[in-house]
């Protein structure tokens, strides 16, 4: 995915048939156990840290060591809750709380010494910061403004608003990013903002088949959301996704509801159920299944500048791409006709029609016969189809990036 053009919105026309629908992979269950946390503590990059000033430091988050205490930095981070984010030199520091009544006063962005004795600048920025990212030279901000909610002159609540992401190149001077979306995470040096890739100021969509969520987490190696939507979600438990690219997902289901995030510590991933209490399960036990089921070198499809998100992932026989049938149809805004006596399905769009059946290599293209080069197969319940040949028969150009393995569909 080396060169991006800007994502256009498409106009989807459902297709409706019958094919049998799975969902995507499924991990086994496995134990989480009650934990409890003196202490809120994040990962910088360089070790466990506490959220106050001076704040406690460990690298096994287990045995903690205090920081001593600068009066002049004290004075000025003063009692809020702090993130604290190695830059590989110092750290930036900035309040994890949100104030409501500074709802209308500049915020700031602290650089701290590495020894937590030195305050080195102060930056001016947009609004609160709720997370952030590097990416090459650039340090990517999502923020939010909050105000306070009032029955005449009680405060009764607060609401959120102003949501914005915002990068810079010298934490002085910050550009917004025109579109849509709020939570952003960096994953091996990407940037995904909501369903979205970001590209300096390009932006390239994800469309997913059935994952409902985006990422927000990190979990060791993989990318991680609560899936609400989820069709195994109720009100007893929750329903992890887990990703190694953010385009495909496999999900855990956890007999435990009402999660309010997720993290890595040591060797327990631990889902958090309040404050300073979590439940807790051995890592290793996810990660070993993620393995298996995640495509450790997987096929893309760019169609019409959108990433499609399949729920099973495309395959390579014999050199063609194979992908689900439904949702590349679906983005074609293709009609479908299917036999399922005959395991045999005929695509229309406007003048064009392709019939083909399952484990079949003949096909009809206008009711003339053609042969593909690999057949139409059945994929863990999906009905998997030779992308070229269906796409360039029903009126698009397909190309093949060979470095990023991605398959460009446009019409």
């Known amino acids: 995915m080396k060169k991006i053009i800007k994502a256009i919105i498409l106009f989807l026309i459902i297709a409706i048939f019958s094919e049998v629908s799975y969902a995507a992979e499924y991990l086994n269950s496995v134990e989480f156990n009650r934990k409890r946390m003196d202490e809120n503590i994040i990962w910088s990059g360089k070790e466990w840290i506490t959220d106050t000033y001076p ?3 460990s690298q096994d988050a287990t045995e903690f060591m205090s920081v001593e205490e600068n009066e002049d930095v004290k004075e000025e981070l003063k009692n809020y809750r702090y993130i604290y984010v190695w830059t590989g030199n110092d750290y930036l520091v900035y309040q994890s709380n949100p ?7 500049q915020k700031y962005l602290y650089r701290l010494s590495a020894d937590f004795q030195q305050i080195l600048n102060i930056y001016e920025i947009p609004n609160w910061i709720t997370q952030m990212a590097f990416i090459d030279d650039k340090i990517y901000i999502s923020t939010k403004n909050v105000y306070p909610k009032k029955d005449g002159d009680r405060v009764i609540g607060i609401s959120s608003d102003d949501y914005g992401i915002y990068y810079s190149t010298d934490y002085f001077e910050w550009r917004k990013l025109d579109f849509e979306g709020y939570d952003l995470i960096e994953f091996r040096n990407q940037l995904f903002v909501g369903n979205n890739l970001c590209f300096n100021d390009d932006v390239i969509k994800i469309l997913y088949e059935t994952y409902s969520g985006y990422p927000k987490y990190k979990v060791g190696q993989y990318l991680c959301e609560i899936d609400y939507r989820n069709e195994y979600k109720t009100d007893n438990n929750t329903v992890l996704a887990f990703s190694n690219d953010g385009i495909y997902w496999a999900y855990m289901i956890v007999d435990k509801a009402n999660i309010q995030g997720i993290s890595e510590l040591g060797d327990e991933i631990l889902i958090q159920k309040d404050y300073r209490n ?3 399960c051995n890592k290793e036990e996810v990660f070993s299944q993620l393995r298996e089921k995640l495509p450790n070198n997987p096929v893309y499809v760019k169609f019409n500048d959108d990433i499609l998100g399949f729920d099973e992932p495309p395959i390579i026989e014999d050199g063609s ?11 074609m805004g293709a009609e479908v006709e299917w036999d399922s006596e ?8 406007d003048n064009k029609a392709v019939t083909f059946s399952i484990d079949n290599v003949n096909a009809r293209i206008n009711n003339k016969p053609a042969k593909m080069d690999v057949p139409a197969r059945l994929v863990n319940g999906k009905t998997m189809v030779p992308l070229r040949f269906l796409s360039e028969n029903m009126g698009y150009d397909v190309d093949w990036d060979a470095d990023s393995r991605t398959a460009i569909v446009n019409s």
């Open 321 to 331: 791409t194979l992908v689900p049938m439904r949702f590349l149809f679906e983005q």
């Open 55 to 57: 704040p406690k430091i």
């Open 278 to 280: 979590y439940y807790a």
């Open 342 to 349: 005959t395991q045999t399905a005929t695509a229309t769009i």
């Open 99 to 105: 104030d409501y009544r500074k709802y209308n006063m």
